[in-house]
């Protein structure tokens, strides 16, 4: 049960933190990736008021326990590799496209409307086709 509050609590101080920073804004996201035009900077500030502190963060955690239980996850390989590649295209064209990705598309589920509940189903879809795409993928043209 302390598990659960605790999720609670954190997801919903992310999704605030979404939303005061304005990230649920898809046109604050596209003004982001809009380089040659109105370019909007804001977002590399919330990155970088997410990505120092989480640093730090991995830094202090290197030989603690969770608070709740079970273990920090190993930090990944750094390879780069067709998965990689193909996901951050798709990702990034997604992004770019509809200027939302998976944490504030689910933050503005209770306000966006129905253009964000269309594009939270067309995520869930393809987070379910995913698998069997990669692995038909894998099987058509093995990786090297």
Not at 14 to 42: E, Y
Not at 107 to 119: I, K, Q, T
Request: proline share 8%.
């Amino acid at each position: 049960m302390q598990r659960l509050i605790f999720a609670f609590i954190s997801g919903g101080l992310f999704g605030t933190g979404l939303f005061v920073s304005g990230m649920t804004d898809t046109s604050k996201v596209q003004g982001w990736l809009d380089v040659f035009g109105n370019w909007d900077p804001t977002l590399a500030f919330v990155m970088g008021g997410a990505m120092v502190p989480m640093a730090i963060a991995w830094l202090l955690t290197r030989e603690r326990k969770p608070l709740v239980g079970g273990e920090f996850p190993a930090p990944s390989e750094p390879k780069l590799g067709r998965n990689l590649v193909l996901g951050s295209v798709m990702f990034g064209a997604g992004w770019g496209l509809a200027g939302l990705c998976p944490g504030p598309a689910v933050a503005s589920l209770s306000y966006g409307g129905w253009p964000h509940w269309v594009f939270f189903i067309a995520m869930l879809a393809g987070m379910w086709a995913a698998p069997s795409v990669r692995t038909r993928l894998d099987k058509a043209i093995p990786a090297t």
